[in-house]
């Protein structure tokens, strides 16, 4: 069987290879690599996007292989609404709102809706069928290669607008939802995670990469603390009208206490605990830039983002047998389910678990 070379776009980070199954040796040779890196979802390997790099993935394949290009969605042309078209995307806000969803969440339901509308705005829209729905959603998927958050951001979407916006009956539209996938988070190491947090010389960046991991926080919700919900004396966090509108606490580790102390006494936040330059909230951006670049600077796992390191504090609660129960309250999961996946992501050898054979063999007198 041949080895699959994915032809990187332009701009792109990383070249991802496939390797047959039987060849181990053209694994352990691509694991030698620098910046070599396995997706085990994927079943694919990467190495860093450069000219060398992708010459020396040739000439270890050694001929046998073959060069495809990769399969990226088709970008959805912007169509200028028309009036209907305007007034169903205020009904919908209207409905949002009404219902106290978040600012985001409204924004995400008026974007995925507009898509709608630009292919049904000349139409009524109530009289609209669910096989022509159906019909809609199979085109994007299947022309322009839509992804499956998209494509259930996009029936969220619309039937929001039915059930709420226009009151139609739930089981009006149950139209089909792609397969879920069972994907396991990507957590770093212990290691890793420290040179990543340890690495920003800059006091505050170094404060907000801690105080992520070492409470489990999205980013969303690091940004929305404010310096009244540091608990310092009851050892713990606050966290406001985090996902799905919730309060909640999270653990307050005593080493971050120091920490925020030290910044707190240099840049004297007024409310916010992280504030940009003008006072207002810091970035989303500005902190996924921050970790961009400890990973950069760590050599650590290059496809990690500012989330991979609530995944690593759960995965790392779990190994320092924190209950289960503990840890979805601190993660605000409302399901047990939820929380059950960092199981999976356990650090698995013979380090963090003894072999029944080794347990056998400890005090026995056979030899192998």
Not at 220 to 227: A, F, G
Request: glycine share 2%; charged share 25%; net charge positive.
């Amino acid at each position: 069987m041949q080895s699959i070379i994915y032809q990187p776009l332009k701009g792109a980070k990383r070249i991802k290879i496939h390797i047959p199954y039987q060849s181990l040796d053209l694994r352990e040779a691509i694991k030698k690599l620098n910046g070599s890196f396995w997706h085990p979802n994927q079943k694919l390997w990467s190495v860093i996007n450069t000219t060398e790099n992708f010459d020396q993935l040739k000439a270890i394949c050694k001929g046998n292989y073959k060069i495809e290009k990769t399969v990226t969605s088709t970008p959805i042309p912007s169509v200028p609404l028309n009036s209907n078209a305007i007034d169903a995307l205020y009904s919908l806000e209207k409905a949002l709102v009404l219902k106290q969803y978040s600012r985001s969440s409204v924004q995400v339901y008026k974007k995925m809706f507009s898509v709608f509308l630009s292919k049904f705005m000349q139409r009524n829209l109530s009289e609209i069928t669910k096989d022509e729905i159906e019909g809609f959603v199979y085109e994007l998927i299947t022309k322009n290669k839509i992804s499956e958050s998209y494509q259930n951001q996009l029936i969220n979407a619309i039937k929001c607008y039915y059930e709420h916006a226009l009151k139609m009956p739930r089981e009006y539209y149950d139209i089909q939802r792609p397969k879920k996938t069972l994907n396991i988070p990507n957590v770093l190491s212990k290691d890793e995670v420290l040179k990543i947090i340890q690495n920003p010389k800059n006091l505050k960046h170094r404060a907000i990469l801690h105080t992520i991991y070492s409470s489990g926080l999205r980013i969303s919700e690091l940004i929305n603390l404010r310096i009244v919900d540091i608990h310092s004396n009851e050892g713990y966090l606050f966290i406001k009208d985090s996902k799905g509108k919730k309060d909640r606490k999270t653990i307050l580790s005593e080493h971050l206490v120091l920490l925020l102390r030290d910044y707190y006494q240099k840049y004297k936040p007024s409310y916010w605990l992280f504030e940009g330059q003008s006072g207002d909230q810091y970035s989303a951006a500005s902190i996924r830039a921050i970790f961009r670049k400890s990973v950069k600077e760590t050599d650590s796992n290059p496809w990690a983002t500012v989330h991979t390191l609530r995944h690593s504090f759960a995965t790392h609660c779990i190994e320092n047998n924190v209950s289960m129960r503990h840890l979805q309250n601190m993660l605000g999961h409302n399901s047990p389910k939820t929380t059950e996946i960092y199981t999976k992501t356990i650090e698995i050898n013979n380090k963090t678990i003894t072999s029944p054979l080794d347990s056998l063999l400890k005090n026995s007198t056979l030899h192998l």
